[in-house]
């Protein structure tokens, strides 16, 4: 059974950092898909950032790109995504989501965590 929890949200100002995490259990780092996707009041899902377990490469969103950073523990099945300089605009609720492929597309996604929201004051 496929588990996807995330947590460390908050309310922060504009130019500070938070980090999220995602701890997973049933999901193999080295032959599968991690990848964060948040989602704002009104608007779709989008992909933030992720990682593929074939390619081994870790993907982020132009829009997050020298600002926040994804990263893994394999040995503890747990991802993070550090963010850096945030802006009003990155508030947010962020998911943590599993596949077995690589995709930028939440539809492509098989398990979700519950999220965690990300609110950032101007």
């Known amino acids: 059974q496929v588990r996807v929890v995330e947590s460390g949200g908050g309310l922060v100002q504009a130019g500070g950092s938070l980090r999220l995490s995602c701890a997973t259990s049933g999901v193999k780092f080295y032959d599968n898909a991690i990848a964060w996707f948040r989602q704002a009041p009104g608007k779709e899902r989008e992909f933030v950032a992720g990682?593929?377990?074939?390619?081994?490469?870790?993907y982020h969103a132009d829009s997050v790109k020298g600002r926040f950073t994804f990263s893994r523990d394999s040995a503890k099945n747990i991802v993070y995504l550090q963010m850096n300089s945030l802006k009003p605009e990155d508030t947010a609720v962020y998911y943590c989501a599993a596949s077995s492929r690589y995709s930028t597309r939440p539809r492509d996604y098989e398990y979700w965590g519950q999220g965690t929201q990300v609110t950032v004051s101007s």
């Open positions: 990682f593929s377990g074939i390619t081994i490469t870790t």
